[in-house]
């Protein structure tokens, strides 16, 4: 149907817009993946080698499902765009993000994210609103960003804080939607963030690339082929290493 034609148009065009590619700096590797839980989804996820030589890298997730959410998820990754290449702080960028979508009249009009930016000492300023903390798995073990602020969309003058991390070399740091915590099995059990935090622990010293397909893998052999109802997406970044 003529539909079904226009929601498959859809999903390429959103396939084109994520940085499914692997990005490899000369001190840093990232990967991300998103399985939508319907032809098109609201999660979202940016890598990118800025001018100065610094990487960002942003996940977010538009509250809702399907055209509605994929819409707006590619209008904040417009905005996005033209904001990351004047190399903002990220709680600036993450303040005037917030600002304009709490302005327009969008349906669904809330959002969670989490912005960060790694220069090449390792040094990586985060802002998160509203999202699931990311893990930052080091030799020292495992820690989360939770630094930021409320929601996207809700408060027009919110304002929202960041943290700098300093990352050494073989740290990776995992941002992920709570579609792969809340995925479920046949039996309505969740995954979890404990299980995932006990995975990332077994396979964080993989490349990101490896430990990016096995965070996917266990989540899905989790499911075993169960329909979920949240897109599950995940980036990993690894400090150190271009391999």
């Not at 000369?26 to 939508?36: K, L, N």
């Not at 499902?65 to 990754?77: D, E, H, L, M």
């Not at 304002?159 to 700098?164: A, H, N």
């Not at 963030?193 to 397909?213: I, Y």
């Amino acid at each position: 149907t003529r539909l079904d034609k226009e929601l498959r148009t859809a999903a390429e065009v959103q396939r084109a817009l994520l940085s499914r590619n692997r990005q490899v700096t000369a001190y840093s590797e990232a990967i991300g993946d998103s399985i939508p839980s319907r032809a098109i989804g609201g999660d979202f996820f940016e890598l990118i080698n800025l001018p100065s030589g610094n990487f960002a890298i942003v996940l977010g997730d538009v509250a809702g499902k399907g055209p509605a959410s994929a819409i707006v998820a590619a209008v904040i990754q417009g905005m996005l765009a033209m904001e990351v290449d004047n190399e903002g702080r990220p709680s600036a960028i993450v303040t005037r993000l917030n600002r304009a979508l709490a302005r327009r009249a969008l349906e669904p009009r809330f959002a969670t994210l989490v912005y960060g930016v790694l220069s090449p000492d390792g040094r990586f300023v985060y802002s998160n609103g509203g999202h699931n903390a990311p893990i930052v798995l080091t030799s020292n073990g495992l820690r989360r960003l939770a630094t930021g602020g409320s929601i996207l969309g809700a408060f027009t003058e919110a304002r929202f804080d960041e943290e700098t991390v300093h990352l050494r070399p073989g740290d990776t740091l995992i941002m992920f939607s709570d579609g792969v915590t809340e995925a479920r099995n046949a039996r309505g059990v969740e995954f979890g963030e404990d299980r995932l935090l006990t995975f990332v622990k077994s396979v964080g010293n993989s490349p990101a690339h490896d430990v990016l397909r096995a965070i996917l893998a266990r989540v899905q052999d989790f499911c075993q082929g169960t329909a979920q109802t949240d897109d599950i997406t995940v980036t990993v970044l690894k400090y150190g290493t271009n391999s």
